[in-house]
């Protein structure tokens, strides 16, 4: 008796709710680039009206990025992909020296599919 008032509850809820928004591909985004020096940076804003799922960051062998979202720091790029960024949203990729010394240049890829926030 309490499963069927249950699916009944569940049902009638799934009627009412309807999400706020949708999500319409808009494009690939590929960012590539060189950190010339330890401590140099790039920084990424999420357009209005956008959201952003970063596919994957990769870097040269032996070097150390660090990645800082909304003033929150990690070390290191993430391990976990995707990550999701609403409009607004800020991140930076710092080079920040090698495994056993720093390196003078290191090159980073960046792979991003972006959305369209549609009603």
């Known amino acids: 008796m309490k499963k069927i008032i249950f699916i009944k509850l569940f049902a009638l809820a799934a009627f009412f709710v309807k999400a706020q928004n949708n ?7 590929t ?26 960051i ?8 660090n990645f800082n979202l909304n003033g929150k720091f990690a070390q290191g790029v993430p391990n976990r992909y995707p990550i999701w960024l609403k409009a607004g949203d800020v991140f930076n990729i710092q080079l920040s020296g090698g495994y056993n010394q720093a390196p003078v240049a290191a090159n980073y890829w960046i792979s991003i599919i972006e959305f369209n926030v549609v009603s």
Do not use: H, M
């Open 23 to 29: 999500l319409q591909f808009s494009q690939v985004l």
């Open 58 to 65: 990769e870097r040269d062998a032996g070097a150390y990025l």
């Open 31 to 56: 960012y590539s680039g060189t950190a010339a020096s330890n401590g140099q940076s790039i920084s990424l804003t999420v357009p209005s009206g956008k959201v952003w799922k970063i596919e994957t």
